[in-house]
Nanobody, 120 residues
Framework: QVQLVESGGGLVQAGGSLRLSCAAS????????MGWYRQAPGKQRESVAT???????NYADSVEGRFTISRDDARNTVYLEMNSLKPEDTAVYSC??????????????WGQGIPVTVSS
C-alpha cells in the first residue's frame, strides 16, 4: 500500500503565502499524475492544480497566476506554492497521486487533507 503525507497548511493572512507538500511512501514503481484538490464547507471538491509526469500542468481559473504546482520525482513529492492568498482560498486541501506500485496496476491515492485558512 501507499500512503501520502501532507504538510504545510495553516492560517495565513490575505495576501500571504503557503507551501504545501505531499510525499508518497510505499512500494512505488512510478507516479504519473499528481494533483491538489480542495473542498470548502458546503461546496464540491474542486481541482486546484494537476501535473503530469512530463510536467503538463493545469490550474483552476481561480488560482491561475497565483499558485504553482511542481513535483520532485526522486522524493515522490508534489508541492503547491500558494501566493497572494485570498479568503476564498480557505478550504481543506488534499493531495492525489496516481501511483503504480511494484507488480500492480496504477491506482489513485489521497492524502488525509490539510486545512488552509486565509483571514481577511
Amino acid at each position: 500500500q501507499v500512503q501520502l503525507v501532507e504538510s504545510g497548511g495553516g492560517l495565513v493572512q490575505a495576501g500571504g503565502s503557503l507551501r504545501l507538500s505531499c510525499a508518497a511512501s510505499g512500494r512505488i514503481f512510478y507516479i504519473s499524475d499528481m494533483g491538489w484538490y480542495r473542498q470548502a464547507p458546503g461546496k464540491q471538491r474542486e481541482s486546484v492544480a494537476t501535473i503530469t509526469s512530463d510536467n503538463k500542468i493545469n490550474y483552476a481559473d481561480s488560482v491561475e497566476g497565483r499558485f504553482t504546482i511542481s513535483r520532485d520525482d526522486a522524493r515522490n513529492t508534489v508541492y503547491l506554492e500558494m501566493n497572494s492568498l485570498k479568503p476564498e482560498d480557505t478550504a481543506v486541501y488534499s493531495c492525489n497521486q496516481l501511483v503504480t506500485e511494484w507488480g500492480q496496476l496504477p491506482r489513485n491515492y489521497w492524502g488525509q487533507g490539510i486545512p488552509v485558512t486565509v483571514s481577511s
